[in-house]
C-alpha cells in the first residue's frame, strides 16, 4: 500500500474549498452587475441633466432673441388709459409685439405674451402668439406654448433703465410707462430642488427703445 505525501494530497482541492470558491465568484459576480447598474443609472441622470441644461439654454435664447427683438414702433394695446400702450410689463406678465425666429416660419408680426401661471411651488412659463392685425382677441389665432414647467418655485419679472457707468441699475417690480420700453429686462428663476438646479445663466436683455 502506497501512502500519501503531503505533496501528493495537496494536488487536489477539498469540498471546503471549492465551497468557498464558488461562493466569491458568486460575489465577485454580484458586485459586477451592481457596479455595471450603478454605471447605467448615473450615465442616465447624466444624459437627463444635460439634456435639462441644454432645453433651457435653447428656452434663455428664444427670450433673448423675442424681448431685444421687441418692437417700439408698434403697439400692444391701441387703447390705454394713457393711449397706446408699447409695453406692458408687471412681475408675473409681459406684453410687447415682436417678429417670430424664421426657423419656426411664422412670418409677419406677433403680439407676444410672456406669463407666469400657476401657484407655490409648482409654476409654469408660458409664451403666447397672436398675429398684430388681430384687433380682437380670436382663439383660433392664439398660440399657446409652455416654455418652463419642472421643478420651477419662482419666476419673477423686473425692469429698469441703464445706469450710469460703475453703477448698478435699479429694479422695478412693474414697468409703469405706456409709451416707452424699459432699458432692461431682467428674468429670474428659482428652481426647487438644488440637485435639479440645472444652468440658468444670468438672464439681462436690452431691447430696442426708440419709440416715435
Known amino acids: ?11 487536489g482541492f477539498t469540498i471546503l474549498e471549492i465551497l468557498v470558491g464558488f461562493t466569491l465568484l458568486a460575489v465577485i459576480i454580484a458586485m459586477m452587475f451592481v457596479g455595471i447598474r450603478l454605471v447605467y443609472r448615473i450615465d442616465g441622470k447624466s444624459e437627463a441633466h444635460t439634456s435639462a441644461i441644454s432645453q433651457i439654454r435653447t428656452i ?65 412659463l408660458v409664451f403666447r402668439f397672436e398675429p398684430i392685425n388681430a384687433l380682437t382677441p380670436d382663439p383660433n389665432g392664439l398660440r399657446q406654448v409652455t416654455l418652463l414647467d419642472k ?35 431682467r428674468i429670474d428663476l428659482r428652481f426647487t430642488d438644488d440637485a435639479n438646479a440645472f444652468f440658468w445663466p444670468s438672464f439681462v436683455v436690452s431691447p430696442v427703445t426708440q419709440v416715435n
Open 60 to 124: 434663455n435664447t428664444f427670450l433673448r432673441h423675442q424681448l431685444r427683438g421687441a418692437l417700439p414702433n408698434i403697439p400692444v394695446q391701441q387703447e390705454g388709459e394713457t393711449g397706446p400702450l408699447y409695453f406692458e410689463g408687471t412681475s408675473q406678465r409681459m406684453r410687447f409685439v415682436a417678429t417670430m425666429p424664421p426657423y419656426l416660419r411664422q412670418g409677419g408680426i406677433f403680439r407676444q405674451t410672456l406669463e407666469v401661471v400657476g401657484v407655490g411651488n409648482e409654476k409654469s
Open 151 to 185: 421643478n420651477i418655485e419662482d419666476i419673477h419679472f423686473r425692469y429698469g433703465e441703464w445706469a450710469e457707468r460703475g453703477r448698478s441699475p435699479s429694479w422695478l417690480e412693474s414697468w409703469e410707462t405706456p409709451r416707452s420700453m424699459p432699458g432692461l429686462i
Open 1 to 11: 500500500m502506497i501512502a500519501m505525501t503531503p505533496t501528493m494530497r495537496q494536488q
